[in-house]
């Protein structure tokens, strides 16, 4: 047990995160960000997807250079969040409905295809891949890739991207390894949100990043609301840990259905 909350009315509520399985024990980002970066070339235009919660998916289209980018979070009510698509200004959309395995590479060739990159033995536009995690048991723990110039002259723009998450896993690198290299990898960190610059391509990749700690009551009541309240106090519909709630109830039950009146966990929303 390592946390205990207290209000106005003396009332105290434990938070047991040790009865959960190690494997599913959740953790949060903190609130607090950072903005990293970012890397890759000045050209295009800037864009902000901004911090939240945590990443569910990215969705990349490449060829020789990171064509477009797509991001899915989540925010703090635990509700899927859809970044606008970034860069992809010769790549074809994805109201095109380009099918999509999670977590495996996808060949695209359109009608107008221009024959500029190799896959799986055929000439094609670009490459598509979605990379799924396991939120909120998972996140991405560091990024790395490399950005060059376009041509001979030009402004640099991002060539390859590879992902790291809580789970060691690794996804990528996908485009081209080549180029001048760039990494942000996190010990006790998480990406929270992306930035950067776009037109054509991905010219430039920033991050937003948050340390990452155990989920306190607080965090149930901001995603779950009142029903945190009854689960936690009450034991009732959906409650976690029945034994430590009847608990609670027989010691504070007097004072909790005082406080039942009040706006629950107040000093949550302080």
């Not at 359109?110 to 536009?125: A, K, T």
Request: aromatic share 12%; with cysteine.
């Amino acid at each position: 047990m390592f946390l205990s909350q207290q209000n106005d009315m003396n009332t105290v509520f434990w938070w047991f995160p040790h009865q959960q399985p190690a494997h599913q024990r959740r953790m949060v980002a903190s609130s607090k960000v950072i903005r990293v970066g970012p890397w890759g070339g000045r050209g295009g235009s800037p864009w902000d997807d901004g911090p939240h919660r945590g990443v569910r998916s990215i969705t990349l289209a490449y060829s020789r250079f990171l064509e477009s980018m797509t991001v899915e979070y989540v925010d703090r009510s635990g509700r899927p969040v859809y970044g606008e698509k970034h860069g992809g200004g010769t790549s074809r959309s994805r109201s095109e409905k380009v099918p999509l395995i999670p977590n495996q590479v996808v060949c695209a060739r359109s009608m107008h295809v221009s024959s500029i990159f190799v896959c799986n033995g055929q000439l094609i536009d670009d490459i598509w891949v979605q990379i799924e995690l396991d939120f909120p048991y998972e996140f991405v723990t560091g990024v790395s890739g490399r950005y060059q110039e376009v041509h001979v002259g030009s402004l640099p723009v991002v060539r390859s991207l590879t992902f790291t998450t809580s789970r060691g896993k690794v996804h990528g690198p996908f485009g081209y390894d080549e180029g001048t290299p760039f990494a942000y990898p996190m010990e006790g960190g998480v990406v929270v949100g992306f930035t950067g610059r776009s037109s054509w391509h991905v010219d430039a990749l920033g991050l937003y990043v948050a340390a990452l700690r155990p989920e306190t009551l607080c965090d149930v009541v901001h995603e779950r609301g009142l029903s945190a309240y009854r689960s936690f106090v009450y034991g009732g519909g959906g409650a976690r840990y029945p034994q430590q709630q009847q608990q609670q109830q027989q010691q504070y039950g007097t004072t909790a259905q005082h406080h039942q009146a009040k706006r629950p966990f107040e000093w949550c929303y302080k």
